[in-house]
C-alpha cells in the first residue's frame, strides 16, 4: 500500500501539501470545494485546514479559508513561487533569447514567466500579451514594449488574471511565440495546474501561438496537480534546466518536444 495513498485517497500531509497549493494559486478556498476535489468529508478539511492555521499558513474564516500571506504579497508585487530562482533566471534568459525584435509573444503568469519578462528588459519592438498584472508594469513602463492585458478575475498570489473572460481576450489574435508555464508536469497525463479557472486561459494561449515553448524548471517533472490541461503534444519545445533527468528527457522527447537546456 502506497504510504501517501490508502484506498484511493491522499493522507494527511499530502492532502495538507495539496490544500496549500491550491491556495498559493487562488489565495482562498472553501471547505465544500475542497472537500470535492480531494474526495474527502467537509470534516477532513476543516481539521486540515486548523492544521494549516495552527502552522501560521492560512487564516480560518466562515466555510473557508484564505493564504495568510496574500495581502502583503499583492501589496509589494511579489510572487509566492520564488524556489529554484537561480534555474528560473536561466530559464528566463534562455526564453529571452528566442524573442525575436517585432515579433508577438504571449507570456503566462508566474514566477517562471516573469524571469522571461525581467531577461526582456532592454529590448524593443516587442508585443506583449500577458495576463500577469506584474508582467505587465515591469514591461508597460519600457519604451520599446507594446503590452496588452487580457480582463478576467484576479487571482491575488499570482498576481494574474484568470477565468473564461482572460480566455476571450486572445479570441482572434496571434503570436509568434507563447512562453507557458506550468504548475507540473505528469509524464502520464501531461500538463497540470492548481486551479480549474486557468484551463481555459492556457488552451486559449496555446490556439493563439505559433510556437509553444513550456517554461519549466526540471523539479515540476514526475509531479501531478489538480486539473489536466493536456498532454505534452500540446508544446513545441520545453525549456528547462539541466537537473532534467535523461530518462524524463528520454520520454518527453519521445512525444516530440525539442528540450532545450538553459545553462
Request: glycine share 12%; hydrophobic share 40%.
Given at each position: 500500500m502506497s504510504q501517501r495513498k490508502r484506498n484511493g485517497r491522499l493522507l494527511g500531509e499530502d492532502r495538507r501539501r495539496r490544500i496549500l497549493e491550491w491556495m498559493r494559486e487562488e489565495g482562498s478556498a472553501r471547505v465544500s470545494v475542497l472537500a470535492r476535489a480531494l474526495a474527502v468529508s467537509e470534516v477532513t478539511v476543516r481539521q486540515d485546514l486548523e492544521k494549516l492555521e495552527t502552522d501560521g499558513h492560512v487564516v480560518?474564516?466562515?466555510?473557508?479559508?484564505?493564504?495568510?500571506?496574500?495581502?502583503q504579497q499583492v501589496r509589494a508585487m511579489t510572487l509566492f513561487h520564488e524556489e529554484n530562482s537561480e534555474a528560473k533566471e536561466k530559464i528566463g534568459a534562455k526564453a529571452a533569447s528566442m524573442v525575436h525584435d517585432g515579433e508577438t509573444i504571449i507570456l503566462d503568469s508566474g514566477s517562471t514567466g516573469t524571469a522571461v519578462a525581467a531577461a526582456l528588459l532592454g529590448r524593443s519592438d516587442v508585443t506583449v500579451i500577458t495576463n500577469a498584472l506584474n508582467i505587465a508594469l515591469m514591461l508597460g513602463a519600457e519604451p520599446g514594449f507594446d503590452v496588452h492585458v487580457t480582463g478576467g478575475q484576479f487571482k491575488a498570489p499570482t498576481l494574474s488574471l484568470s477565468g473564461d473572460r482572460a480566455a476571450g481576450f486572445f479570441q482572434g489574435l496571434y503570436a509568434q511565440k507563447l512562453f507557458l508555464a506550468t504548475a507540473a508536469i505528469d509524464l502520464t497525463n501531461g500538463l497540470t495546474y492548481p486551479a480549474l479557472?486557468?484551463?481555459?486561459?492556457?488552451?486559449?494561449?496555446?490556439?493563439s501561438a505559433e510556437e509553444v515553448?513550456?517554461?519549466?524548471?526540471?523539479?515540476?517533472?514526475?509531479?501531478?496537480?489538480?486539473?489536466?490541461?493536456?498532454?505534452?503534444?500540446?508544446?513545441?519545445?520545453m525549456i528547462t534546466d539541466s537537473g532534467i533527468r535523461a530518462e524524463d528527457r528520454k520520454r518527453i522527447e519521445a512525444v516530440g518536444v525539442e528540450i532545450i537546456i538553459a545553462d
Open positions: 480560518r474564516v466562515h466555510g473557508g479559508a484564505y493564504l495568510k500571506s496574500v495581502p479557472g486557468d484551463i481555459p486561459v492556457k488552451r486559449a494561449m496555446i490556439d515553448y513550456l517554461v519549466a524548471d526540471s523539479t515540476k517533472i514526475g509531479q501531478r496537480s489538480f486539473c489536466v490541461l493536456g498532454g505534452l503534444e500540446n508544446v513545441d519545445a
